[in-house]
């Protein structure tokens, strides 16, 4: 027994190929077969279409899918919505994640700063279903929104569309959090002080030093905010009211006409390639 | 960087409300769980731990529990064995096509849930349907285990980027075998590497819900999907809103584990 383990393990050493060869084999059925395949084989049926009858798939050539989707009025409303609450939840993150993250990161005390990250980090890990089902509470009728809001004479805003943008805003917060403070804590201090010393004041020194040098950082978090929020459609869902997205639209036609919703289904994909393909060019991805 | 004092206070006044922002919403959540009543208006009415026990007899609840941990169990199983196979793979040798490979172990987290699921759910229809094998927890376990291999595979690979292939020469040379070096060098090296993973995986498989929306067949409930179908029924508020509770506090259990176990992963890792 001991003799053929070791015999083996000389022609495994002997032979990297062979190694390479076992290590890959079932990673590759998985991923290349099984998964490759079946986004192609859906990216392909996107070119099909459905008897409208039987709701049977037929799998003639043709383009009328994707031409529906540029001409059809809803399609595009809902396109250009998608892709504006995920703009909309990308700026309200950074936003909301330069002043946190600059305070973990600058202002507070060292000893405290890893501890203020894993207070950053914890709620990521919080179920999502949760945390959506958390601001519905905030948000429904006579909730915590309507009592805070309520002395200052509004309501809150009740489920719809600016919910659904706060709650995409809250789900993804701590990806842009992240990166922005490990750009911060990482920038070197001399510079900081070059910059004083040469007469800037602080808001001279954030704009013209501080920015600069944070800005791929953002960017490598808004590739989280933006292509999270652009496939996201259980959000909506719970705290949208009626609102329809994207991946709505891909769920409503899954059962009646699977082609539709695999070309609408490629909507999201090539907007997510092209914003990484922007994002690349400010030097985003080397930062991730 | 020198701040001027009211830059200062203003610094610290927006982190306290983004911390704020952050934690009041699962603070509201456990509070909730404590809500006699069946509305969620605040404040509430006054705290009982009444829900807590009628949520402990909840067999929906129960069993979703016992479906999620069995789906989590299976598809971290594949995920550890795959993701620490390609991680090798990855760090230890050179082949054609390595930066796509490590591109497309990314792609199943990266593209919207929705389109994974739909494109497995076609493909279990017309693969698996005429095999006699319909949808159920077989086929989440799959769909769980496809998107789990980046943990997995992120954990392991950067264990073995910071540790050298030289140890591993180092015992060879004193005389150890391929598996010999493997069980006393390198299985220890990357030990905590791959808990860490195994523990991410299983989180992020506990809480999916897109995928497993479209893999799980009829009768098949996990629990962020029973939390989902209950969600928006009134009678079963109090019972939602105490597994919810639950979550949140379960939570802070993998956070700390992987924060424990390896600083220099658990951070990204769940990129």
Redesign the interface.
Known sequence: MART??R???V??RH?RL??TL??T??LL???V??????T??FV?AFWTTDSFTSQVVKVWSTDNFHALLTTPVYRQVVVRSVAVALAVTALCAV?AF??A???A???KPRWRPLL???????????????V??????L?????A??MLGPFGTGGPGFGLPATVLTLT?LW?P?MV?PIHTALAQLP?GL?DAS?DLGA??WR??RSV?LPLVLPSVAAGSI?TF?LS?????TVQ?VGGKTQLI?NL??AN?ELN?PM??AL?TV??VV?VLYLLLMRRTGALSS? | MHLSRPARIALRAAAALGFAVIYVPLLLVLVNSLNPDRSASWPPPGLTPHWWSVAWRNSGAREAVWVSVKAGLGATAIALVLGTLIAFAVARHRFFGRGTLSFVVVLPIALPGIVTGIALNSAFGTVLKPLGVGLGLFTVVVGHATFCIVVVFNNVVARLRRTSGSYEEAAMDLGANTFRAFADVTFPLVRSALLAGGLLAFALSFDEIVVTTFTAGPGVETLPIWIFNNMTRPQQAPVVNVVAAVLVLLSVIPIYVAQRLSADTATGSRV
Request: glycine share 8%.
């Open positions: 383990a070791g083996l393990a000389g495994l050493h990297p190694r390479l290590l890959l079932a990673p998985w991923l290349a099984l998964y490759l395949g079946s986004l084989v859906l049926s909301i002043p946190l600059f305070y973990t600058r202002v507070a990250v894993v207070a950053i980090l914890t709620p990521l890990w919080a179920s999502y279903l949760v945390k089902y958390a601001w519905r509470l905030i429904s009728e006579g909730g915590l309507d009592w809250y917060l990806y992240l201090s900081l004083a004041r602080s020194t954030f501080v989280f292509s652009l496939g996201d459609y259980i719970i991946g891909v769920y899954i699977l919703a695999a289904g999201p994909v997510i991730l």
